[in-house]
């Protein structure tokens, strides 16, 4: 639960507004209605006193769709035109000023790549779409490429706008299959220019084909939030468009248990887009939505991979992830050259509200191991090489075909680690050696059995000495090197104190004093 004090920290300060009437300029705007009522919320916003809602809860998605279908007789331009209305008519009445959402057909080359496969189509081919309607619909016309190669070709005013105008774009296919068709959903991102995991619905019936075609934009959607502060592993998320309540009061976007992955947005002094880095092995897990904001808790394998200030020109921002459900390769492999894979590496793992583990298999011969999904979608792996840990790593399988991670090389030092296990053993064997000889000795120097008493002596002088050890240690030292510096530093403190446990435990003044006794008992005489 939050509690009212960190409630009150946490209440956003409402910027303040300049300029002139932002009412008065939607109003006159072309489409002025919708956008005359969203910036009169942002004008109550702007002038509301702090602790309201900020713009950044009343401002709405700005989604374009772009609808491809595949070939079939059935799906006639009056369909299509069609289908395109009913997904208006169902945002309109569904979800309400939470979506502002455009309809268009992709170009021929973003068709082609999707009808090929939507989970390949890069950042690239859609920004390069977005970029050629703005022209075209600039130079007043279609181009003739697209007229003359798909049907499906839109006036310029059905043009995207320019990608940076927009907050998704939704990819949308309807392709017929054998026993049906399948709409298939994939998001991008463009303030973070990520991906959503792609949706896919199975239709036996055209007739069914708008309820899907919503129902695949719904689940691919992936909501936005920013980081608005981060208390050790307690971090509070102020999500986007949050002000708007939705019309259908059963559809809930966030709800506890959804998971966030936090993504680095770097702008520069204009405030465009300058890059873009997703902060790998960390997660965000929704315990509690509240008027304050979504309270998370943070599972990372990284030291502290969020700010609680802000940062100049970085936005701390965060998405939402849905499990696919599929399994994830993990391959490790070296953090230092040349990256070797890690080979015979255990892998455990454990759900993130409980700490029993489970083994989830060792790396092969590629340092790989297949990770499955389980039944909490969050699975936090433990990286293990002998009786050391390496890695802690969250995850959820099947966000990723395959994923790589850069771990300590611990081959050095579990090599290191045996050599070291055996010696202490010899050495435990020979302190107890030395311990029974000079307890005899001491029982017949008692009884004044001067020559049974040297004897003993002598044995204990045949024992290996601390010096042999010593030169033993020193050797196998020099074997034993590794590039990792913590490794090298692990190696060299498992050295040093099985140096100290010789110097200690083979003292050979301990033996000269018994010979002294021996010689002082005898009168002088050896």
Same mark, same amino acid.
């Given at each position: ?26 109003? +006159? ?77 992709? /170009? ?73 068709? +399948? ?71 966030? +709800? ?54 802000? +940062? ?73 090489? /002998? ?34 296990? /055996? ?100 009168? /002088?005489?050896?």
């Amino acid at each position: 639960m939050i509690s009212p004090a960190r409630k009150r920290r946490l209440e956003p300060r409402s910027p303040r507004r300049r300029g002139g009437s932002a009412v008065g300029d939607a109003a +006159r705007a072309p489409g002025g209605l919708f956008r005359a009522t969203v910036a009169g919320l942002l004008v109550c916003a702007l002038a509301a006193p702090a602790g309201a809602q900020t713009v950044w809860e009343l401002t709405p998605y700005r989604i374009q769709v772009l609808l491809a279908f595949g070939h079939a007789p059935e799906l006639t331009p009056e369909f299509r035109a069609e289908l395109t209305q009913a997904l208006h008519g169902r945002v309109d009445a569904l979800i309400g000023a939470f979506w502002d959402v455009g309809v268009s057909a992709p /170009g021929a080359a973003l068709r082609y790549a999707m009808l090929r496969d939507v989970a390949t189509v890069t950042v690239e081919l859609v920004e390069a779409e977005c970029s050629s309607r703005e022209a075209t619909a600039s130079a007043g016309g279609a181009s003739s490429s697209d007229a003359t190669s798909s049907a499906e070709a839109t006036s310029p005013d059905d043009a995207p706008p320019p990608l940076d105008d927009l907050d998704k774009v939704i990819l949308l296919l309807i392709e017929p299959r054998p026993s049906g068709y +399948r709409v298939v959903a994939r998001e991008l991102d463009v303030r973070t220019r990520q991906w959503s995991t792609p949706a896919s619905v199975p239709v036996w019936h055209d007739g069914k084909l708008r309820d899907a075609s919503f129902a695949a934009m719904r689940r691919a959607f992936a909501p936005l939030a920013q980081v608005l502060a981060v208390e050790k592993d307690d971090v509070t998320l102020r999500l986007r468009a949050a002000g708007f309540p939705l019309r259908d009061e059963t559809i809930v976007m966030v +709800r506890p248990g959804d998971l966030f992955r936090p993504v680095i947005r770097h702008n520069d002094r204009y405030g465009k887009l300058k890059g873009v880095l997703p902060i790998e092995w960390t997660f965000l897990t929704v315990e509690e939505v509240a008027p304050a904001g979504l309270a998370c808790k943070l599972y990372t394998g990284l030291r502290s991979p969020l700010s609680g200030r802000r +940062r100049g020109r970085y936005e701390q921002l965060a998405l939402t992830v849905a499990p696919p459900g599929k399994p994830t390769r993990l391959t490790l492999r070296s953090r230092t050259e040349p990256h070797d894979p890690l080979i015979g590496y255990d892998v455990f793992s454990h759900p993130p509200d409980s700490k029993k583990t489970d083994l989830v298999g060792r790396t092969d011969r590629l340092g790989s191991v297949l990770v499955p999904p389980a039944d909490h979608p969050l699975r936090v792996l433990l990286v293990r090489n /002998g009786s050391e840990f390496l890695a802690r790593l969250p995850m959820v399988p099947g966000i990723e075909a395959q994923v790589v991670a850069d771990v300590r090389n611990d081959d050095q030092r579990l090599e290191a680690e045996g050599f070291i296990r /055996g010696l202490q053993e010899e050495l435990i064997d020979l302190v107890t050696r030395r311990e029974v000889l000079m307890a005899q000795y001491q029982a017949r120097f008692e009884e004044k059995k001067y020559d049974e008493a040297e004897k003993l002596i002598r044995e204990l002088r045949a024992l290996e000495t601390r010096d042999d050890f010593a030169l033993h240690l020193a050797q196998e030292q020099k074997k034993v090197f590794s590039a990792d510096k913590l490794s090298q530093a692990k190696i060299d403190q498992m050295f040093s104190k099985t140096h100290k446990l010789v110097t200690t435990y083979l003292d050979p003044s301990v033996i000269e004093q018994l010979d002294r006794q021996l010689r002082e008992a005898r009168g /002088g005489r050896l």
